[in-house]
């Protein structure tokens, strides 16, 4: 039921643009996006729900396909404070708001 | 408001031992998450709580663990007796509102090692 992120990782020069998905095998509900940077906790940066609502932070776009069961994450631009480990959490129907999250994604974003 | 806190923020024991993580919500919040994150197995749901009531423990890996929350500002997550695969990072968060509808907010995790 693990989401499946990709790429595993990826670096970046300042500047360039990056994609991050999240698919699942299963109908998703939601997914939720956050980032966690080494040693640090997990930060949220977006939610987006079945039927197009989206919560998040202003400068973050995302997408949710509902028929193909997936997710992207769109940084553009990328700055080095975009440097982290980007984690989805998908949350399945009848699931009470539980969250399985992805392995992960690692971003370098390099000067 | 200090966000979630928790405590201890490092905690190294033996085999055996038994081990209490504690967290503090942040005030108002209906939710509280507990979590587990290892490079095996990445961020794993343990259980967690709505209004001070466990909802979905299944996370849970075996009877060792156990989790409560007596009142709205305090959990624990107690492993008793502690094993080598029981070494992780657990984050406590909490939320407000309906879950799975509102950002999680994460405490800095207790990292814990067992020898």
């Known amino acids: 039921q693990q989401p499946v992120q990709s790429p595993q990782a990826v670096i970046l020069r300042e500047g360039e643009d990056a994609v991050i998905n999240c698919s699942s095998s299963k109908a998703l509900y939601s997914v939720h996006w956050y980032r966690q940077k080494h040693g640090e906790a997990p930060v949220f940066l977006m939610i987006?729900?079945?039927?197009?609502e989206q919560k998040g932070h202003e400068k973050i776009s995302a997408s949710f396909n509902e028929k193909k069961q997936q997710s992207s994450l769109y940084l553009t631009a990328s700055q080095l404070s975009y440097s982290g480990t980007y984690f989805c959490?998908?949350?399945?129907?009848?699931?009470?708001?539980?969250?399985?999250f992805g392995q992960g994604t690692e971003l370098s974003v390099k000067p | 408001d200090a966000g979630v806190i928790q405590s201890p923020r490092h905690e190294v024991t033996e085999m055996g031992q038994e081990v209490t993580l504690r967290c503090k919500p942040i005030s108002g919040h209906d939710y509280l998450f507990w979590y587990r994150q290892t490079m095996m197995r990445g961020l794993e749901l343990l259980i967690y709580?709505?209004?001070?009531?466990?909802?979905?423990d299944s996370g849970m890996p075996e009877d060792r663990f156990s989790a409560k929350m007596p009142n709205a500002s305090f959990s624990t997550l107690k492993i008793q007796p502690s094993e080598p695969r029981d070494s992780a990072v657990y984050f406590c968060?909490?939320?407000?509102?309906?879950?799975?509808?509102?950002?999680?907010?994460f405490g800095p995790g207790t990292r814990l090692t067992v020898l």
């Open positions: 959490g998908t949350e399945l129907y009848n699931q009470g708001g539980k969250l399985i």
């Open positions: 709580f709505n209004n001070n009531v466990p909802i979905d």
């Open positions: 987006l729900l079945k039927g197009g």
């Open positions: 968060a909490s939320s407000y509102g309906v879950v799975g509808r509102d950002e999680q907010f």
